[in-house]
């Protein structure tokens, strides 16, 4: 069974740091992009960042750049979000999803509402709270 699990969110106060982790199992993981989400209440979902399979490549969405860095280790089956400098607008579930489109190995070069229907496998995702 194809699984993604977030995990590492929780309570934080701004300016805080965390480190989200995203385990997968059930698939080929090194083949794929991943993606980290996340959606606020009441907001669309919003793609954040992705790591390429192929090369390490990275993207980032203009709202997180300097404060997110996505990496991943292969050898474990797992994607990170590093996360400094946390403002209360970061109150959010986030969510780490795989890029399902045939033959991608490298990120897009946007995480918008069109590109994300190509990804799935979906976690259950990590409520991250940031109070001020």
């Known amino acids: 069974e194809v699984q993604l699990v977030e995990s590492g969110g929780g309570l934080v106060q701004a300016g805080g740091s965390l480190r989200l982790s995203c385990a997968a199992s059930g698939f080929a993981f090194d083949d794929y992009v991943i993606g980290w989400f996340r959606q606020a209440p009441g907001k669309e979902r919003e793609g954040l960042s992705c790591?390429?399979?192929?090369?390490?490549?990275?993207y980032y969405a203009d709202s997180v750049k300097g404060r997110f860095t996505i990496s991943r280790d292969n050898a474990k089956n797992e994607v990170y979000l590093q996360i400094v400098s946390l403002k209360p607008e970061d109150t959010a579930v986030y969510y780490c999803?795989?890029?399902?489109?045939?033959?991608?190995?490298?990120?897009?070069?946007?995480?918008?509402?069109?590109?994300?229907?190509?990804?799935?496998?979906w976690g259950q995702g990590t409520q991250v709270t940031v109070s001020s």
């Open positions: 790591i390429s399979s192929s090369d390490g490549s990275t």
């Open positions: 999803a795989a890029d399902l489109a045939v033959g991608v190995t490298t990120c897009r070069l946007t995480l918008d509402n069109k590109i994300q229907a190509d990804f799935g496998s």
